[in-house]
């Protein structure tokens, strides 16, 4: 299938069995319910660091996913609670949203390399947090509010996805919605990266005069990819507030565009998985050092430290740094 | 091998962290009761505040012999989760609350983070204490948050009557911070000075949050030669500076806010230029304050090394979910009964001399009983010190 | 008029002394310093903890602030991004490390010196006051020409001494500093502790008029960064120059755009976006970082 190997079917399959029954179970085992909301951010955040891994594989250091996640969640929660479209179509249109704004900022800014393109994605965050608090439709400071949560669907009166209003908890519904978009988002960006495309982005990364000589359109690519990326950004970012039922112009600020860039670092840039390993490590580790009271802070950014002082390259080279078994 | 040894290292820490159970050594049951607010980064000051009154009325309680509710005697347990004031770190810590099967929560402490739990806690069975002023937390069909303090556009009204019939103010400026909750608050602020006939003479100055001079932002607000200076929503952070910079740039007239500052601060940042300058506080004044409030100040001040004045109006939540449960103890599970008991209840204030009573209210502003009755004491700041400018009530 | 020259005279000074430290540790190692913030807060708190609460004399105050964010930029540099540079295939792994820094200076400001605004007693008392056209307190005068004798003197360092030609020349080109003598590893460490002490030294200037609290650390990063990026990364002269416009940006823009209220500080974030996008490399930086 798709020229995989069995090793890699394999640890697939184990990977969708782990969260979509492993999960669960332990869940309902150790009656840790709580655990379900962290799961589904972690699972919604690593869709938007998947965009900024997608960046840094042109050699692009992005800290501007915030302002996209936000631009979809506002676009999500307006055409939801002002033009009363479901949310399921909303989810797309943000995303797609988002996509356009980046083509927009992105023909000039893409020229930019190295720290300026970076500093140019924060400065666009709070452009965007700021843009948020001053027009009228994303209602100023005031926010969007008791958004609905997202209706029922069927299709020839077959329902295809239940109504989450009418649900006892929809904690369960949130986290599997949550897991499969993220699925899908790896399983596309693994692809991607397989691609004809992602040589050209590799080729790119290294040296894109180079690429640029050997024929390569480098705007044009450089434009999908950023497009693509901001398109991740505005998926999490729209689900986001599909769950908190409300959006701010606080709810995606420069702190999470730089904790989008710090995941795909320490999971590692050079492995496809790696923001999702990244997300989980930092996001879920925090609520583990929940008990630590007025330590948490001290001990999460110690231990922080300390993985990125013997792993510089994040912590997938742990496993394929020495054994070079793939 | 170093990675090896560290990363083991690294998963024990946090497996044992993960696993240790909070258990507590205490003869008594232990009563969980939860805070979710910032207590970590920029914002510390507003949820540290709120997370040292809880802890130390608790100590105290536990210290006397404990809490009795319903002819079980109870320990007090405050677990607090830092959301980092990220809504999305809120809902995290709301379900944390849930999970540790606890109903009653204090907190979050700004607008975003509030309206995110909702969902949360409606569905978990968690009532709330927010420090949020929006509206549309406290109006049905929501109905878990109870506003934990006066809210702006409760005591801004108050505070322009009074220095329009005492200091025959006329015109007044707003300033505010470029984020939701200032902005909020000042839009409240504006629309309440124009119905008491005012004249706003400059509403839609700004400064952004991280702000370190404020002179420059001042400057234009300068000219307008306001009567009165209106700091909505400004953070104990800023308001000495703006104080300073207004001052020193030759601002005559009178400057207020609507938000509970720490003398400390003022005299710290801006010394003598901070007199005249009026807040809104609790009951610590030296003529208001009961001997309870004196006693929790000593307390505050032993346990943690230092009082806030912050504190005089975060004190509340606490002493009103307990004697709440005091007067219905079916409510210690089943928040209905928790809001039943609300539209009834009444105890003393015992922070306050005099009459004062606690008791629910906010029928005017929401239309059902969402906000817990704290003494709006407007005060002014002096040499180190706030005195009691007047108190009001609000219903 | 001459109130928004002053403010931006003011500002820009100020700003340009935090952005020179910023600036110079990119130069040399380029390391995007993202606790550069926390450093100017610990600085600030060292000198409040010294002057406002022991009555230690200022200058002494503000000397201890630069020993003690020396010693710590110094202990940083050799323990931590050292290795991980040696150690990393992608530079910007140093971002991640920067972050790490900046959250545990973060967390050890709020447990060492607590959640409250700090400040000082005033050094010096009195408004300067020309016709109320032009108001400017006396401590903010003095803070002013402090800032600007110490970026003087930064230069000076800089350019006629030889630990100087050592940083710039391997600012210039590292592997060329190498070849021609330049102990590598130490110049990189006196770089660091160099750009850490001028982030504690502004904090200890600035205590005096803002005071200081655990909030600003992160926020002075990113304005740091934009300075740095308005006059070209890695280039003091552009630092000094960012400092300086992005200081008379704000004092124009919000005196000018005052009437727009809450769109101001958007303005100014566009117009330094478009900005860059004309001229990617700042005013006076490398092409290309």
């Not at chain 2, 009532?127 to 069909?141: C, G, I, T, V």
Request: proline residues 4%.
């Amino acid at each position: 299938m798709f020229g995989f190997s069995a090793k890699q079917l394999i640890g697939v399959a184990i990977f969708l069995f782990a969260i979509f029954v492993g999960v669960p179970l332990i869940i309902g085992v150790t009656g840790r319910w709580d655990f379900y909301f962290t799961l589904t951010s972690v699972a919604l955040l690593a869709i938007a660091s998947a965009g900024v891994w997608l960046t840094f594989y042109i050699g692009r250091i992005n800290i501007g996913q915030g302002a996209f996640a936000l631009i979809g969640a506002y676009v999500s929660a307006i055409l939801v609670v002002k033009a009363g479209w479901s949310f399921w179509l909303s989810l797309p249109a943000a995303g797609v949203f988002a996509a356009l704004v980046a083509v927009l900022i992105g023909l000039p800014i893409l020229r930019l390399r190295g720290v300026y393109f970076a500093m140019i994605t924060l400065v666009l965050t709070q452009v965007v947090t700021l843009t948020a608090l001053a027009l009228p439709i994303t209602n100023g400071a005031k926010g969007i509010s008791s958004i609905p949560l997202p209706s029922g669907v069927s299709l020839f009166g077959i329902p295809l996805i239940p109504d989450f209003g009418a649900m006892e908890n929809t904690k369960l519904a949130f986290y599997y919605t949550a897991c499969i978009l993220m699925i899908v988002t790896y399983a596309a960006l693994y692809r991607l990266v397989n691609s004809r495309l992602g040589h050209l982005c590799r080729s790119m990364q290294q040296n894109e005069e180079l690429a640029s000589s050997i024929g390569v359109n480098i705007a044009h690519i450089r434009i999908v990819i950023f497009a693509i990326s901001s398109f991740f950004g505005g998926i999490g970012g729209a689900m986001f507030g599909s769950i908190a039922q409300s959006v701010y112009p606080s709810s995606f600020q420069v702190a999470d565009s730089v904790n989008f860039m710090l995941n795909c670092f320490l999971g590692g840039l050079g492995y496809v998985f790696g923001p999702m390993l990244g997300t989980l490590v930092l996001y879920f580790g925090w609520d583990l050092l929940f008990e630590l009271g007025k330590y948490q802070m001290l001990v999460y950014s110690i231990i922080l430290i300390a993985v990125i002082r013997f792993l510089p390259n994040g912590l997938l080279s742990l496993r394929f740094g020495k054994g070079g078994d793939k | 091998m170093q990675r090896r040894t560290l990363m083991k290292a690294v998963v024990t820490a946090v497996a044992l962290t993960a696993l240790q159970a909070t258990t507590a050594v205490a003869e008594n049951p232990v009563l969980k009761i939860g805070f979710v607010g910032v207590t970590s980064g920029p914002a510390a000051a507003w949820g540290i505040s709120n997370q040292r009154s809880m802890e130390t009325r608790a100590a105290w309680i536990n210290e006397t012999g404990g809490y009795t509710i319903g002819g079980t005697t109870y320990d007090i347990e405050i677990v607090s989760f830092d959301d980092q004031k990220d809504p999305k770190r809120a809902i995290a810590g709301m379900e944390k609350m849930a999970q540790e099967g606890i109903h009653y929560v204090v907190g979050p402490n700004v607008d975003d983070g509030a309206a995110a739990v909702r969902p949360v806690a409606e569905s978990n069975g968690i009532m709330y204490f927010p420090y949020a002023f929006p509206k549309s937390l406290y109006q049905a069909p929501a109905s878990n948050a109870v506003l934990g303090m006066v809210a702006n556009y409760q005591s801004g009204p108050a505070i322009y009557k009074y220095l329009m019939e005492n200091e025959g103010v006329k015109t007044v400026a707003f300033i505010a911070a470029n984020e939701s909750d200032p902005l909020s608050q000042r839009d409240g602020g504006v629309a309440a000075a124009k119905a008491l006939g005012l004249e706003v003479v400059s509403a839609n100055v700004t400064y952004q949050v991280d702000t370190t001079d404020f002179t420059p932002v001042l400057t234009p607000i300068m000219r307008t030669q306001p009567d009165l200076l209106v700091l909505s929503g400004v953070s104990p952070a800023n308001a000495p500076q703006l104080i300073r910079s207004a001052r020193e740039l030759g601002f005559q007239g009178m400057i207020s806010t609507e938000t509970a500052q720490d003398a400390g601060v003022l005299a710290e940042g801006a010394g003598d230029l901070a007199n005249g300058f009026i807040s809104v506080g609790g009951a610590s004044t030296p003529e208001l304050a009961s001997p309870m409030m004196n006693e929790f100040v000593e307390r505050y001040t032993k346990m943690f090394g230092e009082y806030n004045d912050e504190s005089n109006t975060k004190v509340y939540a606490l002493e009103y979910i307990l004697e709440t449960l005091k007067a219905n103890p079916a409510a210690l599970t089943d928040v209905a009964a928790f809001q039943k008991t609300m539209d009834t209840f009444e105890a003393p204030n015992p922070y306050m001399n005099g009459d004062a009573k606690l008791r629910y209210v906010g029928m005017s502003s929401f239309g059902q009983k969402r906000q817990v009755a704290v003494p709006l004491v407007v005060n002014v700041y002096r040499d180190g010190a706030f005195e009691t400018l007047f108190v009001a009530e609000v219903d | 008029m001459e109130q928004i020259l002053a403010n931006g005279v003011y500002l820009g000074s100020q700003y340009a002394m935090i952005a020179l430290g910023l600036t110079l540790i990119f130069a040399l190692m380029n390391v995007l310093n993202f606790a550069h913030g926390q450093m100017y807060v610990i600085g600030g708190f060292v000198t409040y903890t010294f002057y406002g609460q022991w009555g230690v004399p200022f200058v002494l105050a503000l000397v201890m602030s630069c020993v003690t964010l020396a010693i710590l930029g110094a202990l940083i540099e050799k323990f931590l991004f050292a290795p991980v540079i040696k150690g990393s295939a992608r530079e910007e792994s140093t971002m991640l490390l920067a972050a790490g820094i900046a959250f545990f200076l973060d967390a050890l400001i709020l447990l060492v010196f607590g959640e409250k605004q700090r400040g000082v007693p005033k050094i010096v008392d009195g408004v300067f006051n020309y016709d109320f056209r032009l108001i400017m307190p006396y401590d903010r005068i003095l803070i002013c020409a402090l800032a600007i004798l110490s970026i003087v003197a930064f230069i000076g360092l800089m350019q006629y001494t030889k630990t100087g030609r050592a940083l710039r020349a391997l600012a210039q080109d590292r592997t060329a500093a190498q070849l021609m003598g330049v102990n590598v590893d130490r110049y990189s460490m006196i770089g660091f502790a160099l750009g850490a002490m001028l982030a504690g030294l502004v904090g200890g200037l600035l205590v005096t008029i803002t005071g200081v609290n655990l909030g600003m650390g992160g926020p002075t990063s990113i304005k740091a960064f934009m300075m740095v990026m308005i006059g070209g990364a890695g280039v003091i002269s552009g630092a000094i120059w960012g400092g300086i416009i992005l200081g008379f940006m704000e004092a124009i823009g919000l005196a000018v755009l005052s009437q727009y209220g809450d769109i101001t500080y958007l303005l100014i974030f566009i117009s330094l976006m478009i900005f860059l996008a004309i001229r990617p490399q700042g005013l006076m930086g490398k092409p290309w970082g």
